[in-house]
C-alpha cells in the first residue's frame, strides 16, 4: 500500500522555466511534508518542508504547496537550474503518531540548457 | 560539523551470505533510521533506533535487523542474503525532539550492496 505516490517518474524541463513536482498521499493522518533532493552517489538532502497547518511555504527558489483536501503536495523550483537536475523525493511524517516518515518512488528531474 | 558516514560504501556478497552496514550519525543526533533504495520502489523504511532502541519497524523479513549503541552508532545486519536484497542501504539520521518538532533528516551516502 503506496501511502505516499509520484505518479511522474521522470520530468523535463528547460532551463529558467519553472518546474513542477506532485505528490499525493493517502493517510489523512500526516501531518508533516518534507521534499529531498537526491544526486547519484549521494544521499538524499532535505530541501524544504510543510507543516499541515500551513498550504504554502516558501525557501528562495523552491516554494512548497499543500492541498490538505486533495491530499496533494507540490514543489515549484522557479527558475530552474541545471544543478536543480536530480530526483527528487516526497516524504511524509504522523508527528503525533509512528513519527516514520513514508517516502514517494521519486521523481527524475532534467533541467535542459 | 561532520555528516552522516556509512561503512562500507559498496559491497558485494553472494546469496546466502550475512552482511553487517555501520552508520555513524551527526554529533548529538539520537535517531537513526535505515532504508533500502532500489530502483522504482523509492526509499523503503526498514527501521528506527532511538536510544539504543527500535522505535519503528518497517515492512522486511526478520532477516534484517539492527541495533544501536549508546554512542548512537548504528549496524544493520542482514542475514541469508537474497538476490532481490541488492540495494541501496541508506541511513539517516536525526535529532527528533520529540512530537511537533521539525523532523528533518540527514543521510548518509549509502551502502551499495550487490548479491550475486
Known amino acids: 500500500d503506496q501511502q505516499v505516490k509520484q505518479n511522474s517518474p521522470s520530468l523535463s524541463v528547460q532551463e529558467g522555466r519553472i518546474s513542477i513536482l506532485n505528490c499525493d498521499y493517502t493517510?489523512?493522518?500526516?501531518?508533516?511534508f518534507l521534499w529531498y533532493k537526491k544526486y547519484p552517489a549521494e544521499g538524499p538532502t532535505f530541501l524544504i518542508s510543510?507543516?499541515?497547518?500551513?498550504d504554502k511555504n516558501e525557501d528562495g527558489r523552491f516554494t512548497v504547496f499543500l492541498n490538505k483536501s486533495a491530499k496533494h503536495l507540490s514543489l515549484h523550483i522557479v527558475p530552474s537550474q541545471p544543478g536543480d537536475s536530480a530526483v527528487y523525493f516526497c516524504?511524509?511524517?504522523?508527528?503525533?503518531?509512528?513519527?516514520?516518515?513514508?517516502f514517494g518512488q521519486g521523481t527524475r528531474l532534467t533541467i535542459n540548457p | 560539523k561532520a555528516g552522516v558516514t556509512q561503512t562500507p560504501r559498496y559491497l558485494i556478497k553472494t546469496r546466502g551470505q550475512q552482511v553487517t552496514l555501520s552508520c555513524s550519525p551527526i554529533?548529538?543526533?539520537?535517531?537513526v533510521s535505515w532504508y533500502q533504495q532500489t530502483p522504482g520502489q523509492g526509499l523503503q523504511f526498514l527501521f528506527e533506533?532511538?536510544?539504543?532502541?527500535?522505535?519503528n519497524k518497517g515492512n522486511f523479513p526478520g532477516r534484517f535487523s539492527g541495533r544501536q549503541f549508546s554512542n548512537s552508532r548504528s549496524e544493520m545486519n542482514v542475514s541469508t542474503l537474497e538476490l532481490g536484497d541488492s540495494a541501496l542501504y541508506l541511513c539517516?539520521?536525526?535529532?527528533?525532539?520529540?512530537?511537533?518538532?521539525?523532523?528533518?533528516?540527514?543521510f548518509g551516502p549509502g551502502t551499495r550492496l550487490t548479491v550475486t
Open positions: 516524504a511524509a511524517v504522523q508527528l503525533q503518531g509512528a513519527q516514520k516518515l513514508v
Open positions: 554529533s548529538g543526533h539520537r535517531s
Open positions: 533506533y532511538f536510544s539504543e532502541t527500535q522505535r
Open positions: 539517516a539520521s536525526s535529532w527528533t525532539g520529540g512530537a511537533g518538532s521539525t523532523y528533518e533528516q540527514y
Open positions: 493517510n489523512s493522518m500526516f501531518d508533516y
Open positions: 510543510i507543516s499541515s497547518i500551513k
